[in-house]
Nanobody
Framework: QVTLVESGGGLVQTGGSLRLSCAAS????????MAWFRQAPGKERDFVAT????????RYSDSVKGRFAISRDNTNKKLYLQMNSLRPEDTAVYYC??????????????WGQGTQVTVSS
């Protein structure tokens, strides 16, 4: 079992920055990938960024590439999402997720409770 707890969300104006954190606990030695997703009201959950826990190679959605940066602290089992140049369309609940499969498409079986990010116009 893996437990994920997000923090760092809040209200920010357009063009501002926020740094989200996700603390992982439990059977963390099985984690091979972690990721950030987001979901706005009335929309489906969207992929934001992912990181291989060990390499640590990264991948971003086109909508956030160049503005967001995903990183991890392997010692303390923490995941981060640095968000810069925020836009109103970035407003959503942000979730961190963990995958335990080491090959193929990551299967995100563990999810945090989410943290609200609101970007005002």
């Amino acid at each position: 079992q893996v437990t994920l707890v997000e923090s760092g969300g809040g209200l920010v104006q357009t063009g501002g920055s926020l740094r989200l954190s996700c603390a992982a606990s439990g059977r963390t030695w099985n984690i091979y990938h972690m990721a950030w997703f987001r979901q706005a009201p009335g929309k489906e959950r969207d992929f934001v960024a992912t990181i291989n826990w060990f390499t640590p190679t990264t991948r971003y959605s086109d909508s956030v590439k160049g503005r967001f940066a995903i990183s991890r602290d392997n010692t303390n089992k923490k995941l981060y999402l640095q968000m810069n140049s925020l836009r109103p369309e970035d407003t959503a609940v942000y979730y961190c997720a963990a995958a335990t499969n080491s090959e193929g498409t990551p299967q995100y079986d563990y999810w945090g409770q989410g943290t609200q990010v609101t970007v005002s116009s």
